[in-house]
């Protein structure tokens, strides 16, 4: 017997998943996320599920961990006391920037903050050129006089982030080993190993992120694999990372800035893994939790990955408003629209919902923790959509007199009754997350139309079909265990490492030879990391990317390239060419003629599957634990009920609760299903809900689903 781990850490809930793989059967549990011990949460959930299932903890093979923790600790600035190290005269990188204004029209406009205040930017004697050659050697004294100053000014996190360091590290190694010496007890980062790419301003923005979240990923991960160990569980620790790969506790400890993106790339891998049979490959994933909604795109089976993106954002949408970060990620958007995103009155009147939230310390009302304020999850119950009696698998005692007391309140503030207030709340944030999948559907040049809805989380299936049709999408797929999906793909996951070099390249002129050995060079590395997770490097595979500009752009273009090996014949620059040529038309649709090609940046992602069995079954299998619950009342006040009767799937329906829908402005007693015993063929006719452990779907009237041969739920729009 084997078993493998899934940890997710939300900002409400943390989701664990045990999977058997002589079964083919998975056990799942959510439970409250402890902000101030988020270790304690997975501990005390892991050992309950273990128990209930007589699991043999020393069965386990794999663990798996993805957290929400990094990025939240760069949005709420709960980092390390963080200095830099830079070369003379370039103190204020981090706040010069690009010098451009993500508002340009606005006078009073904020610019982040730098995650280090000028007082702790420290400059040393030193200069490398930009073809790595020295111009002036570094001033160990006065690195050593710096560092002491910041020292004693309380940092425990330095970053050192030298002027072209990605063309020759030396002095930043030498910086690193000195700082080692004298100060063992501070954390060191430098921007070599980090983001070893031009661009200075991004690479200090990177270095200094990572810096800033080391101290705490150190102290966190530490914990974590020790309360995994205390569990008796023997398998090692594996991260998951922003790129969507798995890499080991050291590697993460090392960049944690990687992780910055963890949990929403685990949602996504699940989307495109558990849709991969119900839609063309096309698939627009939709997750949404206790305290944030991601979408990301899906194309051809695979998520769109991008090699850049922008943390702790001050205006979600426009770019230039958060801190640049320069890693490989799975491209998506994330906003502040989750099942305990609070609803409020603006100062005109305006109902508008998040993107502040409860998070589960108070969490909402209904939890009946001490919240106060009305939330997404209070409005869910009160309009039917969720079981008082079965929320999160019994696991959250519901205190529905709470909710309604709270949405009363609001409802007297905007004029409304309370079924329409908690309609309004359920409303607008599905128009928030409509209005920010539009944005990032757009500024990628695709149709919404091409895509179906996958929707994971545990408040995802509520909103799916609503924010499906503002979108006109005729398609939503909802996975078995769904609430917990995104833990799901952790175990789905391959390990990924990803390395990047700056080598300035003109393709007709300079040696492909020397291109081959670059690349040769970065994939070495990376296959050393790999096996440290103890993968076989034998099933790996290697992707080869460069970052490419006609000679004379301000602007360079991630593309593929053919598989090496490279050398200096015509042939072989032609294959180049055309590589490049055929990713700028499909982006562009022309090019420009006669101009050289450059590579400014070469990349290579290299991935090891996960071992035979590992994630295979998880789809198709759709066997969670604990489905029986019963029906409550929704706590509804109309007295317009109009009954629907119910033909098909008659074994797994569990009975009916009145449930409200805008189409007919009334209550309608709904046909509540059982998932678990729900079976391939059994068609679903709206109004309709269905009910599992960690989620619930909600179908609306004129939509109709169908259980496919994978266990999805499909769910075809009128």
Not at 8 to 35: C, E, M, P, S
Not at 388 to 417: H, I, K, N, Q, W
Request: aromatic residues 6%.
């Amino acid at each position: 017997m084997s078993y493998s781990l899934g940890i997710d850490i939300g900002g409400t809930f943390t989701d664990i998943v045990v999977y058997d793989h002589a079964r083919g059967h998975q056990l799942n549990r959510k439970v409250l996320t402890t902000h101030d011990d988020p270790a304690r949460a997975v501990a005390a959930g892991v050992a309950a599920l273990l128990g209930r299932d007589r699991v043999p903890p020393g069965e386990f093979t794999r663990v798996v961990h993805a957290t929400t923790l990094f990025t939240n600790a760069l949005i709420e600035r709960r980092g390390a006391v963080t200095g830099l190290l830079t070369t003379a005269g370039f103190a204020d990188t981090l706040e010069i920037g690009r010098e451009r204004k993500f508002e340009l029209y606005d006078l009073n406009i904020v610019k982040p903050e730098p995650l280090v205040p000028r007082d702790r930017r420290r400059e040393v004697a030193e200069r490398t050129r930009a073809d790595g050659s020295i111009m002036k050697t570094l001033d160990a004294r006065q690195l050593t006089a710096q560092a002491r100053r910041l020292a004693e000014a309380g940092v425990t996190s330095i970053a050192i982030v030298f002027l072209h360091a990605y063309a020759n590290p030396r002095h930043e190694a030498q910086a690193a080993a000195l700082l080692a010496r004298r100060h063992p007890k501070i954390a060191v980062t430098t921007s070599h190993e980090v983001v070893p790419e031009i661009r200075e301003y991004e690479r200090a923005s990177t270095t200094v992120a990572n810096a800033y979240i080391k101290p705490l990923a150190r102290q966190y991960l530490t914990a974590m694999a020790g309360r995994v160990a205390e569990l008796g569980i023997p398998a090692p620790l594996l991260l998951m990372l922003s790129s969507g790969g798995l890499t080991h506790v050291a590697e993460a400890e090392r960049t944690p800035v990687q992780m910055l993106e963890s949990g929403p790339a685990a949602g996504a891998l699940a989307a495109a893994f558990f849709g991969r049979e119900d839609s063309q490959g096309n698939l627009l994933a939709f997750d949404m939790g206790g305290t944030t909604a991601k979408l990301s795109l899906v194309d051809g089976g695979e998520p769109l990955t991008a090699y850049a993106f922008e943390a702790a954002r001050q205006k979600r949408f426009l770019e230039g408003s958060g801190l640049p970060i320069r890693i490989s990620t799975i491209e998506l958007i994330e906003i502040g629209a989750g099942g305990g995103s609070i609803a409020h009155v603006d100062e005109i009147g305006l109902l508008k919902v998040g993107p502040r939230s409860a998070g589960s310390q108070p969490g909402p009302a209904a939890y009946g923790l001490g919240g106060t304020e009305p939330t997404v999850t209070d409005a869910d119950f009160l309009l039917g959509y969720l079981n008082p009696d079965y929320f999160a698998g019994g696991e959250v005692t519901v205190d529905m007199a709470a909710a309604r007391a709270v949405l009363e309140r609001l409802a007297e503030r905007v004029g409304l009754s309370p079924i329409e207030t908690a309609w309004g709340i359920h409303d607008v944030v599905n128009e928030n997350m409509a209005g920010a999948a539009r944005v990032h559907i757009a500024e990628r040049g695709r149709d919404p139309r091409d895509y179906a809805l996958l929707c994971t989380g545990g408040a995802g299936p509520v909103h799916a079909y609503e924010v499906a049709r503002k979108l006109g999408l005729r398609q939503v797929i909802c996975p078995p265990a769904a609430g917990v999906a995104s833990a799901l793909g952790l175990l789905v996951a391959p390990a990924r490492v990803d390395r990047v070099a700056t080598i300035g390249l003109r393709l007709d002129r300079d040696s492909g030879a020397a291109l081959e050995k670059a690349f040769r060079r970065l994939e070495d590395d990376a296959r050393a990391v790999m096996a440290d997770t103890g993968l076989k490097l034998d099933t790996a595979s290697v992707r080869r990317l460069a970052d490419g500009r006609f000679l004379g752009q301000g602007f360079d273009l991630v593309v593929d390239l053919p598989d090496g090996p490279y050398d200096d014949s015509a042939a072989c620059r032609q294959r180049l060419t055309a590589a490049f040529e055929t990713a700028y038309r499909e982006k562009f649709a022309l090019t420009p003629p006669d101009v050289p090609i450059e590579f400014i940046n070469i990349r290579v992602a290299v991935r090891a599957p996960v071992t035979e069995g590992a994630g295979g079954g998880v789809a198709s299998s759709g066997q969670t634990e604990g489905a029986g619950g019963a029906v409550a009342s929704s706590g509804h006040t109309s007295a317009d009920v109009t009954v629907h009767g119910e033909a098909g799937a008659g074994g797994a329906i569990k009975g009916v609760r009145p449930a409200y829908f805008p189409e007919r402005r009334q209550f309608e007693e709904t046909t509540v299903y059982d998932r678990a015993r729900l079976a391939p063929g059994d068609a679903i006719h709206g109004p309709a809900v269905v009910e599992e452990e960690g989620s619930t779907l909600v179908i609306g009237p004129g939509g109709a689903g169908r259980v496919a041969a994978s266990g999805n739920i499909v769910v075809t729009l009128p």
